[in-house]
């Protein structure tokens, strides 16, 4: 059998005229071309000005491009990103033969977050005009991406008081060794190396005060009493669990459209759990679309009913399950579901028929109340003593203001119509999680702070909607021309 092997290197052969010839119409490239060349900037945020003074900085429009192909295939290494500009045809040809080298690329990112963030927005402005966001059902999820710092990097407020409190003496006894050298020309140590220390040290008390000013801002303690610990590296972040263990982490949170499964909006958080954000991520998301939405939709993690009721309208509905729902367990005989609630006498009766009536308020706010039984005796005197209730002053039953609310969602969330919207939301909302997480390999951000996070969670986003748009609008060619059009 035969076997090929190829030309002679030495050989003289002709090349295309010129460098759009090596990239076929087809290419993938073209459209995150196109796509760039059809945002308006000064919605971004970046001011395009070709009168500047000064040295001459590269096209904006470039650089956006650039990261945003070179998230599309995983390279998110500004060194990576550099090494492509000299060894990838398509990098070559998208940057129209110009090869920034990994600072300026890493540079133009870092210095352009806020501009990076709206990328996502209109990107979503674009698919509504395109007809592939309708943003009538909206879906609510997050995900856990590892934040850019190392888990032996968080202490307590104690130890980071106890480090500055070094330092500063640290800090003191180099500036008098300096002093000493200044008088004794003839003994001169090194003020190379003593400089070169005393600027480290300063770098590291920096670190360390930026992480003492978020404690500031939170309590020392968390609510299980526990000393609340933050990263050294990346203050913002928060220690969160995840199959992986746990880690320094924000949770990207993100709104879906039920359409096409296109991203409508992204946000990183330092929220442990999600069940503060269900606002926050549909009034974002309608900010994007400028429009309202008429379906709210999240699992359980979501079910705040003051969130819920944040988000609930005459014109606006929201589908979030209880944790008891999702569970799918069939509630106890003495669970509070089982006891009815008398709205003229404000009391509660049990599944025995006895009244239980108000006591107290539970909290500051006044939002919960605490509903107990009329005489303690009546509960010990009961042959269900024991499993309802195992204290001696009865049972008792905690009744939110906005008790009505909860059950009305919990009943929606049982027809049969709104649990065909639900059972759509994970095969929407697990999609992009499942490009950027496996497709993209990406796992851990690598700008630090919540700032830094938001603009590489937009990137991603972005990303995710320009490969779905390339498919859903026939091809690059035609969303090439439908670019050109918008």
């Known amino acids: 059998m035969a076997y090929r092997y190829g030309d002679d290197r030495n050989q003289t052969i002709l090349f295309p005229e010129s460098l759009d010839q090596y990239v076929s119409e087809d290419h993938p490239v073209r459209a995150y071309d196109a796509f760039v060349d ?11 000005d070709n009168c500047k003074v000064g040295n001459s900085q590269y096209d904006p429009h470039l650089m956006l491009k ?3 192909y070179g998230y599309s295939y995983g390279i998110k290494s500004s060194r990576k990103l550099e090494r492509e500009l000299h060894n990838n045809l398509s990098f070559n040809w998208l940057m129209k033969n110009l090869k920034p080298d990994h600072k300026t690329i890493a540079e133009f990112r870092r210095n352009n977050k806020g501009a990076l963030k709206n990328a996502l927005k209109l990107c979503a402005r674009l698919c509504l005009k395109l007809d592939l966001i309708q943003g009538n059902i909206l879906f609510v999820d997050s995900t856990k991406l590892w934040a850019n710092a190392g888990k032996g990097h ?7 008081q106890k480090q500055l409190k070094k330092i500063d003496q640290r800090i003191d006894k180099l500036l008098t060794e300096c002093e000493i050298v200044d008088r004794r020309e003839e003994d001169r140590g090194s003020f190379v190396k003593m400089a070169k220390e005393l600027k480290n040290q300063q770098h590291l008390k920096a670190t360390i005060e930026s992480a003492l000013t978020e404690f500031s801002d939170l309590s020392e303690f968390t609510k299980d009493g526990k000393a609340r610990q933050v990263n050294r590296v990346d203050p913002q972040s928060a220690q969160m669990k995840s199959p992986q ?31 503060g954000q269900l606002a926050d991520q549909i009034t974002s998301a309608e900010h994007n679309l400028q429009r309202d939405c008429q379906i709210a939709c999240a699992d359980a993690g ?34 509070k579901s089982r006891f009815v609630y008398d ?8 599944p025995q028929g006895q009244r239980l009536i ?15 039984i009329e005489r303690p005796d009546i509960c010990r005197a009961c042959c269900h003593f024991g499993v309802c209730t195992k204290s001696n002053a009865g049972r008792t039953v905690v009744r939110h203001e906005l008790e009505d609310l909860k059950r009305k969602v919990e009943q929606r969330y049982e027809q049969a119509d709104m649990r065909q919207i639900y059972d759509r939301r994970k095969s929407r909302v697990e999609h992009p999680f499942g490009y950027i997480k ?13 700032s830094g996070a938001q603009a590489e969670a937009s990137i991603l986003a972005t990303c995710f909607n320009l490969v779905r748009m390339i498919g859903l609008l026939g091809g690059v060619r035609s969303f090439v021309s439908q670019m050109a059009t918008v």
Not at 154 to 160: A, L, R, S
Not at 255 to 274: H, P, R, S, T, Y
Request: one cysteine or more.
């Open 343 to 350: 709205k003229e006498q404000d009391c509660y009766y049990c």
């Open 358 to 372: 108000f006591r107290r308020f539970q909290d500051k706010a006044h939002k919960k109340r605490d509903y107990r």
């Open 66 to 68: 650039l990261l945003l």
């Open 245 to 275: 263990g746990t880690h320094p982490s924000y949770a990207v949170q993100t709104v879906v459209d039920d359409q096409k499964g296109l991203i409508v909006n992204v946000d990183a958080v330092n929220d442990v759990n999600d069940s």
């Open 438 to 450: 496996k497709a993209l390999n990406f796992r851990q951000l690598s700008l630090r702070g919540r």
């Open 38 to 48: 059809a945002l308006d900037f000064r919605l971004l945020g970046i001011d395009i």
């Open 302 to 335: 979501y079910s705040n009913i003051e969130e819920i009721e944040k988000v609930e309208s005459e014109k606006r509905t929201v589908i979030v399950p209880s944790q008891g729902q999702a569970s799918d367990k069939e509630p106890g005989p003495f669970d």
């Open 154 to 160: 968080q202490h307590n407020k104690k130890w980071y």
